[in-house]
Nanobody, 128 residues
Framework: AVRLEESGGGSVQPGGSLRLSCTTS????????MGWYRQAPGNECELIAT?????????NYAASVKGRFTISLDNDKNIAYLQMNNLKSDDTAVYYC????????????????????WGQGTQVTVSS
């Protein structure tokens, strides 16, 4: 069975950092693009970062996180990461990972609102 499990969330002060992990199993990791979503209370699910693999590795970020967050992959461990720096209170949310079919054109083919589609998510709280 396909499994994606998020971990690494927690509470941090503004300006702090966290690294989230998305541990996967049940599919060929290198055949799929990966993405991160988040959903704050009362807000819609937001796609914040994607990494597409073909024809070469390419990353894209939502304007709200660009320059602060970095998505990366460990193909040996089948894990996707989200490094989050300079966290702000607006980053408080449940974070989810997801996958999309890799089609070789840099386009994200996964869901645009994939919160909760695979894992339970991991809570990130940014507060002083």
């Amino acid at each position: 069975a396909v499994r994606l499990e998020e971990s690494g969330g927690g509470s941090v002060q503004p300006g702090g950092s966290l690294r989230l992990s998305c541990t996967t199993s049940g599919f060929t990791f290198v055949d799929f693009d990966m993405g991160w979503y988040r959903q704050a209370p009362g807000n819609e699910c937001e796609l914040i970062a994607t990494i597409t693999l073909s024809p070469s590795e390419n990353t894209n970020y939502a304007a709200s996180v660009k320059g602060r967050f970095t998505i990366s992959l460990d193909n040996d461990k089948n894990i996707a990461y989200l490094q989050m720096n300079n966290l702000k209170s607006d980053d408080t949310a449940v974070y989810y990972c997801g996958r999309g079919t890799s089609t070789g054109d840099y386009v994200w083919r996964g869901p645009l609102e994939g919160c909760g589609e695979w894992g339970q998510g991991t809570q990130v709280t940014v507060s002083s």
